[in-house]
């Protein structure tokens, strides 16, 4: 089942002789479950195409759908809250808010939605996160690869359709950054989380289901390196 659809996406900054084209003419698609890597080398593009995946930022031409809804088509305000809801993103540089703790920084996106807290699950993505010992913590009291859990229970717990993570161990020693590959990896197997990463590391490219690589804004590439399998539900 396709959960999202890129269609001849492009992403043009500047006019004239200025003129610089990030994105050109991007199309594909990503089934439900499936954990799909973008690589590139550095000013590839690949970074612009997932804040256009994300809503982050908007194509010059093209459209994107996420279940079938057209993201780019929808106001400000509508995109905001479809974002929030739809919507996971993991950031190299964690993205926490300093005054707030652990599980307050997991549950921002969800309480700026207006839902009530769920405590059952805030208390399975704390214990899956291994933090239940610093749940009232600020991020200045946390280790780099302890924020980055934060960030992914942040980006997981409004069962987004599509998680997306932009060098999500880019800021990480090779210990930590394992170990956040593993939680990645483990929430698309056992949770059938759509995951989307963009890295410049082949060796966490190729744990993917599928690699797609990006040179100066074009696709050229787009390798299944294995089937998709099932998992254990949540």
């Not at 739809?86 to 190299?92: A, D, H, T």
């Not at 302890?146 to 020693?173: C, K, M, Y």
């Amino acid at each position: 089942m396709e959960i999202l659809r890129c269609e001849h996406v492009s992403k043009v900054y500047g006019e004239g002789n200025t003129c610089i084209k990030a994105l050109d003419d991007v199309s594909f698609s990503v089934e439900k479950g499936e954990f799909v890597s973008i690589v590139g080398p550095s000013g590839s593009g690949k970074s612009t195409l997932l804040h256009i995946l994300g809503g982050v930022d908007k194509p010059t031409s093209g459209k994107v759908f996420v279940e079938d809804t057209d993201m780019h088509g929808l106001d400000e305000d509508k995109l905001a809250i479809f974002r929030r809801r739809q919507i996971g993103l993991v950031y190299q540089f964690y993205n926490l808010l300093p005054v707030l703790n652990v599980d307050e920084n997991i549950l921002l996106p969800h309480l700026l939605d207006g839902r009530a807290m769920d405590k059952e699950r805030l208390d399975r993505i704390v214990e899956y996160l291994g933090l239940t010992d610093r749940r009232n913590n600020l991020p200045n009291e946390l280790s780099g690869g302890q924020q980055q859990r934060v960030s992914i229970g942040r980006a997981l717990f409004n069962h987004p359709a599509i998680l997306l993570a932009d060098e999500p161990t880019g800021n990480l020693d090779r210990k930590n950054g394992e170990e956040i590959i593993r939680l990645l990896r483990e929430s698309n197997r056992k949770q059938k989380q759509t995951l989307i990463l963009i890295t410049h590391d082949e060796s966490i490219a190729l744990q993917a289901d599928r690699m797609i690589c990006i040179e100066d804004g074009k696709i050229t590439k787009d390798e299944r390196i294995r089937v998709l399998g099932g998992g254990l539900g949540e």
